[in-house]
């Protein structure tokens, strides 16, 4: 199911808990003779690769938990009184127009990001776009009309729009294909801690409702919206460059390290190498099947991302009967559970090559969660189902993130992929809002049923995949074709 059809040795490091998977790196003689690999011991590669897991992935998971909060925290500012001061209703809409806005222009402007990244580099790119939106969300604290929030949403989607798929993109460019979801479910788990806790903290900012002339909900904007242009000060500082420009990085890795780094990343794939950008080129990317079946992958499962982020909190509230300060804070406990369950299947899935079997098995878990939230009449019950369906769509989002990059060959093909992937995930971001309409609150059974529907067809898509994958690695069996151009290359289930 990877590049080597070679069967996993369970003497290995990775077997033993070791982050480095040696096997699936191997290509003859030259990998245990290169001296940019035989310069350090395994211990010290295992070192390297620690000190950059908590570089790289734990500042862009703290700078991805800042978007997330910034992004989603219009339901708990809707249960904190906003749709009441702005004028938001059923009648105008107002609240799904606010929520909806903002995804046009972070679709639209995704794919100028993944080249702009590649152009100025990731620290000086994405500080940017942090503290500008840090600025726009301090403007919604200020706001007196709904529609002059929906003006700012659609600034802030031009500024978010290159975060997100920046990072996808600078993650897969850092680890070899089978120790990447480990690193992606990291990354997402530091994120998802803003929805987690996101109410939580919402609601204590409630309490400060009249001081300084400012209602509850303004503060959780204004404060929220200080913290993050505060915190891209501190990234320009931390953010990492991609690993062949690392030396330059603020005490980071030596030219030594960062050289172990390229190796091994040319022996897993052979795409360090940046050829010149030509437009032409880019966008005949486009021309792959898979690159847009990975998008709509991502779109279905965003479309139960973000419908639960929106709108759990006013579930929880209408729909459950739960109070304002209940249906806050009881938001937390499905995304600890669902913590878990993206640490051990990325475990998992790293350690036994799977991706699509992962993903499979999520959206049978969000059929059912959410056929139990929508369906059934006991609280407990509709609120267990919470937990299996934002268990299940959130643990499928660093799974994609990685079914996609181990299936993709070159540095432009990966970056104008991310940006589609996570371009479906503005879509996603689109459908999720706009299926739950106020008129059907509080139980929100349209929009329960768009999210059942979107789990099985990535059911499908993923079995078309897997024998997409299946007949292409039987012709590079049999001396066929080579897959992604590359000699040896195979594809993952």
């Known amino acids: 199911m990877g590049e080597q059809s070679t069967a996993y040795d369970s003497g290995s490091d990775m077997e033993k808990g070791s982050d480095i998977d040696q096997s699936e790196l191997k290509h003859g003689s030259d990998y245990a003779t290169d001296p940019r690999i035989t310069a350090f011991t395994d211990s010290e590669q295992k070192k390297i690769y620690r000190r950059v897991d908590l570089r790289l992935v734990v500042t862009l998971g703290c700078m991805y938990m800042i978007s997330l909060l910034d992004r989603t925290n219009l339901g708990a500012a809707s249960v904190a009184g906003m749709q009441r001061d702005l004028g938001m209703n059923a009648k105008n809409n107002g609240y799904t127009i606010v929520s909806l806005v903002f995804f046009f222009t972070y679709a639209l402007f995704q794919p100028l990001a993944t080249v702009s990244i590649r152009r100025y580099g990731p620290r000086l790119f994405l500080t940017v776009i942090i503290f500008c939106w840090g600025l726009v969300m301090l403007g919604f604290g200020f706001v007196h009309s709904w529609q002059a929030m929906a003006g700012l949403r659609v600034i802030l989607g031009i500024f978010e729009a290159g975060f997100y798929p920046g990072c996808v993109y600078l993650l897969s460019t850092w680890y070899p294909r089978y120790e990447l979801q480990k690193r992606n479910a990291l990354f997402y788990l530091i994120g998802s801690t803003a929805s987690a806790f996101g109410g939580i903290l919402a609601y204590g900012l409630m309490q400060l409702d009249g001081k300084g002339g400012l209602e509850g909900w303004r503060w959780i904007f204004t404060i929220e919206g200080t913290l993050t242009c505060l915190l891209a000060l501190v990234a320009y500082l ?75 909190p006013i579930i929880l509230q209408g729909g459950l009967h739960f109070s304002v300060a209940k249906a806050q804070c ?10 878990l369950v993206m640490v051990v299947q990325a475990y998992y899935s790293d350690k036994w090559r799977l991706r699509g079997p992962v993903v499979v098995f999520n959206c049978a878990m969000g059929i059912l969660g959410l056929g139990l939230l929508g369906y059934m009449t006991n609280n407990g019950v509709r609120y267990f189902g919470v937990f299996l369906a934002t268990a299940a769509c959130n643990a499928n989002c660093p799974a994609l993130l990685t079914y996609q990059s181990n299936n993709i060959r070159g540095q432009w093909k990966r970056a104008f992929t991310s940006a589609t992937l996570i371009g479906g995930g503005a879509i996603g971001g689109i459908i999720g809002t706009t299926v739950f309409r106020a008129a059907d609150a509080p ?25 997409k994958f299946h007949r292409a690695n039987k012709r590079v069996d049999a001396g066929g074709k080579h897959i992604e151009g590359y000699p040896g290359f195979k594809y993952t289930f």
């Open 238 to 312: 931390l953010i990492v460059d991609f690993p062949e420009h690392s030396p330059k990085s603020w005490r980071f890795l030596s030219q030594r390290e960062a050289d172990f780094v390229v190796a091994r990343i040319q022996y897993d794939r052979n795409d360090v190498e940046t050829v010149p950008f030509h437009l032409a080129s880019y966008l005949r990317n486009g021309l792959d099947s898979k690159v847009w079946a990975f998008a709509w992958l991502y779109m279905l499962t965003t479309t139960n991302t973000y419908a639960i982020a929106y709108f759990l």
């Open 443 to 467: 139980g929100y059974r349209p929009g329960i049923l768009a999210c059942l529907i979107a789990n099985a067809i990535m059911i499908l898509i993923v079995a078309w995949l897997s024998w």
């Open 330 to 339: 009881l938001v937390a406990p499905p995304y600890v559970a669902s913590a």
